[in-house]
């Protein structure tokens, strides 16, 4: 697995991308696949900086397991902030009109929309989310 540590950095953002991009090699993922893995790491790596850290506290793993025998990938995100498992949020109500739906939420639901397997768990004073996606 091909891990990046960074600070807890809005700034760090595109690092990560092409960290996760470049472990993905030349193994032929749909450029649909790539689009929404991008989204992925956009919205959990910025909710980390967010909210695990009061502003540049911090550090942010990133982890990256790439199967060309399956065409997928799994992301690990470890930080030590708080405990807070994203998981347990229930999911927005998308048909209500957006001037009555409550704040938040949205971002850990298109997570969920765009991914194939998300785990989280609490080891060691560290939340881990761990993200499985199909890349053909």
């Not at 030349?26 to 992925?40: C, I, K, N």
């Not at 793993?61 to 807070?84: H, I, Q």
């Amino acid at each position: 697995m091909n891990e990046l540590e960074v600070p807890s950095d809005i700034d760090r953002l595109y690092e990560v991308q092409d960290f996760v991009r470049g472990s993905l090699g030349d193994m032929g993922a749909s450029e649909r696949s790539l689009m929404q893995l991008e989204l992925v790491v956009e919205e959990v790596f910025i909710n980390i900086v967010r909210y695990a850290y009061p502003p540049g506290t911090g550090k942010i793993w990133v982890g990256c397991d790439v199967s060309e025998d399956t065409m997928s990938v799994t992301l690990t995100f470890t930080d030590r902030g708080p405990e807070f498992d994203p998981l347990m949020s229930p999911d927005p109500d998308t048909h209500a009109p957006a001037e009555d739906r409550e704040v938040g939420g949205l971002g850990i639901f298109l997570v969920k929309r765009n991914v194939d397997g998300i785990s989280y768990r609490r080891r060691d004073g560290y939340n881990i989310l761990t993200i499985e996606k199909n890349l053909s």
